[in-house]
């Protein structure tokens, strides 16, 4: 059964960003790490579709070859925890909304609940205002709600969508 996927969007906003965690932006060096991270950070979520470490690994090559949209790296950031990463905000320009969208924000489940998505976003959202962008879209699964209260505490609401979603 596939997973409904709502499409949401907000119009940016200049965001303030405690200087909670260390981040940096994510570079093509990072793809296996990212993968990892990807991987733990939706298995066993309504967002896992059974993927495998290869999947995953697969899915991040695509973001930063552009097969989501071409891949912004200046707002695109991603938080070391040691050898690991222990999140990512990754974003690409996708076409059909003809606006940059969330490719990817995720939380190794460790380390959740500790305000890392939420500051990566906020540093998307400053970094695309930095480069006049106006908005930001993002799908979400239907029913996961830790995202969809994050998403709509930062002032992201539903859209109409075409239907079209990238295949990740």
Known sequence: MSKRRVSMEM??????????FASRAAVPSDKEA???????????TIDDEGDSFADALVEIEKTFRGEY???PPEASFVVEDGEFLSSACLVSFF?????P????????????RRGLARQLLRQSINALLDTGTSRLTLF???GNEPAERLYE?????????????PDC
Do not use: C, N
Request: proline residues 7%; negative net charge; aromatic residues 8%.
């Open 101 to 112: 969208l969330v490719v990817f924000l995720m939380t190794r489940p460790e380390a959740k």
């Open 69 to 71: 949209g071409r891949f």
């Open 140 to 142: 979400v699964t239907d």
């Open 153 to 165: 505490a930062l002032g992201f609401h539903p859209i109409e969508d075409s239907g079209l979603t």
């Open 34 to 44: 990212l993968a990892v991270l990807l991987y733990s950070a939706y298995r066993g």
């Open 95 to 99: 076409e059909p909304h003809a606006a």
């Open 11 to 20: 119009a940016l906003e200049r965001q303030t960003t405690p200087a909670s």
